[in-house]
């Protein structure tokens, strides 16, 4: 079984849609969430930490349920820049960081 | 903040020879990290390069196929060494991880 496992995605969706990705984690020992956001031939860039409590910035909201294991990331209003692969990415403990596989997430016009 | 300016962007390459990738991050950071990227999956972790010490590889990742150094808090090198076909992918490194992993550009490299 993988560390984290994502959403298979593709997702395609018009502009202004409202999308929702989730991912689970199976070591229930993780201190730390992220989501990461990739574009095509670049490097993953932090999006958000995602809390307990959940946190929203912008049109992104994160949620984390510790008991399911279980995160989510919710875009609102879509837009075309938000193009890219989603990566959802656990911290067991310390500094190493296991990585989702992805999701793809296409906004057309 | 961090950043990290990772050389060669991209390479093609013979099998059977080595490629050293390298990794300049422009503050010192205690925790290097090494990835790989194939088409269409996620990043696995190769090693973790620690200054002063040996690197520490993953399950699955051994030193004599991918040695790394780590001379100081600022620089590390990755080696893909003997390198076949099935080595084709993409390599990064990183600096720290929490709260913030930052990423060099990435080395894609094709092994013909």
């Known amino acids: 079984r993988k560390e984290v496992e994502q959403d298979p995605g593709p997702f395609n969706v018009p502009e202004g849609a409202t999308v929702a990705f989730n991912c689970t984690y199976s070591?229930?020992?993780?201190?730390?969430f992220f989501w990461y956001r990739q574009d095509c031939r670049k490097e993953p860039k932090l999006l958000m930490s995602?809390?307990?409590s959940g946190n929203e910035d912008g049109r992104f909201t994160a949620q984390l349920n510790r008991a399911s294991q279980y995160i989510s990331l919710l875009i609102r209003d879509s837009k075309l820049s938000d193009s890219a692969t989603y990566l959802c990415?656990?911290?067991?403990?310390?500094?190493?960081?296991?990585f989702g596989k992805g999701t793809s997430l296409l906004v057309t016009p | 903040s961090a950043v990290i300016s990772q050389k060669p962007s991209r390479d093609i390459c013979q099998r059977g020879t080595s490629l050293t990738i390298q990794c300049q991050v422009d503050?010192?950071?205690?925790?290097m990290f090494w990835y790989r990227q194939q088409p269409g999956q996620s990043l696995t972790l190769i090693a973790t390069?620690?200054?002063?010490?040996?690197?520490?590889?993953e399950s699955g990742f051994v030193i004599d196929k991918f040695p790394i150094s780590r001379p100081n808090l600022t620089f590390s090198t990755l080696t893909v060494s003997n390198m076949s076909p099935e080595d084709s992918s993409i390599y990064l490194c990183?600096?720290?991880?929490?709260?913030?992993?930052?990423f060099g550009q990435g080395t894609r490299l094709t092994v013909v």
């Open positions: 990183s600096a720290e991880g929490y709260p913030e992993a930052f």
């Open positions: 390069a620690n200054q002063g010490s040996e690197a520490t590889y």
């Open positions: 990415v656990v911290a067991p403990s310390g500094y190493a960081l296991n």
């Open positions: 503050s010192q950071v205690t925790m």
């Open positions: 995602v809390y307990s």
């Open positions: 070591n229930s020992a993780s201190q730390s």
